[in-house]
């Protein structure tokens, strides 16, 4: 919190001294979207990249690196807050421009790419949007090396529409490979090692290795407690699937409890009538319910 009050001040005193369209004070308005990004505040989030991005276009042009940055990361609040369909369009747009304006192997436009890929995931375009990060992959691979940050977030993306079209052996097999370079590289508490490990509990649980996710997930919830935070989405989400993991080991009361408290979170972020949301709640009331039936059956 004190280094988003910090920049809003900043850039309220920029905006005043330099005026409101100098580039940097748009620079301080551009990184004040992204903190509240972190803060989980996504709807002002949205808001105030959108308005940089148009500030950006207006004052530096429509293909100046910071206007397709700001555009970049609009987008991907726009998915986050389930407005697909315009995230798609808007990272083709951006795919193509960077492409055009920086090249394709330039980082920015393989990062748009990876985005436009897993947006087209969540439309249901699961094999393009795998053949799309297989390129990424590469391409990040032959340009920075297997072990680079950005080629391993790669591979733990993947996986994802990997995990769509069924191919959970494979997502398994990836991430644990990410999961193992990460820790080589970082130890076992760094951020990246609690991303891959989180993302590894999905494939392991389609798997049916339910009590191998279980375990994976109460240690990342545990490191993640402490290195993030109680309520960072991060931590939030592993509890969340914690609860699916309890819930195929037939462990629904303390499922609930989970549930009911990953959903309470969701809503303070996305809102009641997000998908997240609903999800979370929806399965606390399942959760709920399992556990009065099993209650009722041990007793006869």
Excluded at 258 to 273: I, N
Aim: glycine share 8%; aromatic share 4%.
């Amino acid at each position: 919190m004190p280094t988003f009050i910090l920049r809003r001040h900043l850039s309220e005193a920029e905006a005043r001294v330099l005026g409101a369209d100098h580039p940097d004070t748009l620079t301080s308005r551009h990184l004040l979207a992204g903190d509240l990004y972190r803060l989980g505040r996504l709807h002002d989030s949205c808001d105030a990249s959108r308005e940089v991005a148009a500030a950006r276009a207006r004052v530096l042009g429509g293909d100046h690196p910071d206007t397709l940055e700001s555009r970049h990361d609009y987008a991907v609040v726009l998915d986050v807050l389930e407005h697909q369909q315009e995230a798609v369009g808007l990272f083709r747009e951006i795919a193509r421009d960077r492409e055009r304006v920086l090249g394709a192997d330039h980082p920015s436009t393989l990062t748009s790419r990876g985005s436009l890929a897993l947006a087209l995931d969540d439309l249901g375009l699961h094999q393009e949007a795998v053949d799309l990060l297989r390129g990424v992959v590469a391409d990040r691979e032959r340009l920075l090396g297997t072990d680079h940050p950005a080629t391993l977030f790669g591979r733990q993306k993947l996986a994802i529409p990997l995990g769509s079209l069924g191919e959970h052996q494979e997502a398994a097999d990836l991430l644990r490979g990410v999961v193992a370079s990460h820790e080589r590289l970082h130890g076992p508490d760094h951020p990246s090692v609690l991303s891959s490990r989180l993302a590894l509990a999905a494939p392991l649980s389609h798997l049916a290795l339910h009590e191998e996710a279980a375990l994976v997930l109460r240690d990342v919830i545990a490191r993640s407690e402490r290195v993030f935070g109680p309520d960072h989405l991060h931590t939030v989400t592993s509890r969340f699937n914690l609860g699916l993991a309890l819930m195929r080991l037939g462990e629904p009361r303390e499922a609930a409890g989970l549930f009911r408290s990953v959903a309470d979170e969701y809503t303070r972020v996305y809102g009641s009538g997000h998908g997240r949301t609903r999800d979370a709640q929806e399965r606390a009331e399942a959760a709920e319910a399992a556990a009065r039936q099993r209650r009722r059956w041990r007793r006869g």
